[in-house]
Nanobody, 123 residues
């Protein structure tokens, strides 16, 4: 069992930065691929970024590539999402996710979800 708690969301102006954190409880955190997804108002939840259990592989949605960076610290059971050059279209609830798979890119492969944290980017 893995429980995920996100933090770090908030209101930021376009062009600004935020860093999201996701603290995981449970002994199996280091064996899970971790990911971030987001859901904007009126839209379906979509994939943002993922990192392998060891941290040696990452993958990003085209919409955030070059602006967002996912990382993890298995000693702290925490995964991060550094978001730079934020745009109003990045406004969404961001969800942390864990999957017992190589990468966490597909929602149907996700085993655990966090409760979400709101990110609002003003123009």
């Amino acid at each position: 069992q893995v429980q995920l708690v996100e933090s770090g969301g908030g209101l930021v102006q376009a062009g600004g930065s935020l860093r999201l954190s996701c603290a995981a409880s449970g002994r199996t955190f280091s064996s899970h691929a971790m990911g971030w997804f987001r859901q904007a108002p009126g839209k379906e939840r979509e994939f943002v970024a993922t990192i392998s259990w060891s941290g040696d592989r990452t993958y990003y949605a085209d919409s955030v590539k070059g602006r967002f960076t996912i990382s993890r610290d298995n000693t702290k059971n925490t995964v991060y999402l550094q978001m730079n050059s934020l745009k109003p279209e990045d406004t969404a609830v961001y969800y942390c996710a864990a999957a017992e798979s190589t990468m966490a890119t597909k929602q149907y492969r996700i085993d655990y979800w966090g409760q979400g944290t709101q990110v609002t980017v003003s123009s």
